[in-house]
């Protein structure tokens, strides 16, 4: 399922940050006219309430989640950091003027729809109490943080080849890739039910059109797709079947203690030393996304450095 980028990012804890704690607003009884809310959290001219925050805090937590009172407090504070450095980079695309356009949320709005099941991504809102309004408007937001990061920090960052070469003599081990199968599975609740699919598929209908509208496994959005797995990280019972069957044969049903299950498997790879060239690609992406980690923390540090966070803890 996608994830949008900002959120993947790891955080700093929150000993790292230098926080000014205190009351942020006074409360003058005098007037007659009601005072504004007190702000939990000030980064710069940004402000966050503590019914705000409290509101953000309740969708990171499971349904009917029950937390001790040192947990809670744990994760409070964890959460916290994320607010503020949401705060820093969305303070930062009002600076460069940064916007998302409606065709943008509305791609990302559909490719991120058709990940779900049908029906699954209204439950989803469900579960997590939001409207579809308040969900595309964190999607517009998060949308917004990926083009900041990507702009002012990404844009700058590039693999060179001897990057790659080095990381290549120093994980030679990585590249030794073990025998190896792709495969598509169709899982059942019954022997019933699967003895009749079997016959379906050997009448020559497709085992991905089956897996969709039959399968019980997680894998049948995606037709069955195991994609490609080596001998041991899947049960014993299936090595043998998959591991055994040519490419494009059918196995007969398979019992475990999941239910019945039909393989297909679609390619067998025998184990191989990778060669740079077939090892390059993985090998940038691999490089690319330590940089980008580290670029990003090196980033948000230096915008807490220039920025003026206040943090008024007495009401937590």
Known sequence: MRKLFPRNLKILAVAGLAFTSGILYGCDQTKQAAAPPRALIRVDARTITLDQFREEFKKTLQPNQTLSKQEQSELQRTFLVRLIDRELVLAEADRLQATVTPEEIEAAFNQYHQDYPA???????????????????????????????????????????????????????????????????????????????????????????????????????QGGDLGFFARGEMPPEFDEVVFSLPVGRLSDLVKSEYGYHLFLVEEHRQAKHLPLDEARETIRRSVMAAKEEAAYQDWLRELRSQARIEVDWSQL
Do not use: C, N
Request: aromatic share 6%; proline share 3%.
């Open 119 to 221: 029906g699954a991504f209204e439950e989803m809102l469900q579960e997590k109490r939001l409207t579809l309004e308040q969900w595309r408007r964190e999607l517009e937001e998060s949308l917004l943080m990926e083009k900041v990061v990507r702009r002012a920090v990404f844009s700058r960052l590039q693999v060179e080849e001897p990057e790659i070469q080095a990381y290549y003599d120093e994980h030679r081990e990585e590249f030794d890739r073990p025998e190896q199968v792709r495969a598509r599975q169709l899982v059942v609740a019954t022997e019933e039910e699967g003895q009749r699919i079997l016959g379906l598929l050997r009448q020559g209908q497709k085992f991905e059109e089956l897996a969709r509208r039959h399968s019980l496994s997680p894998d049948a959005e």
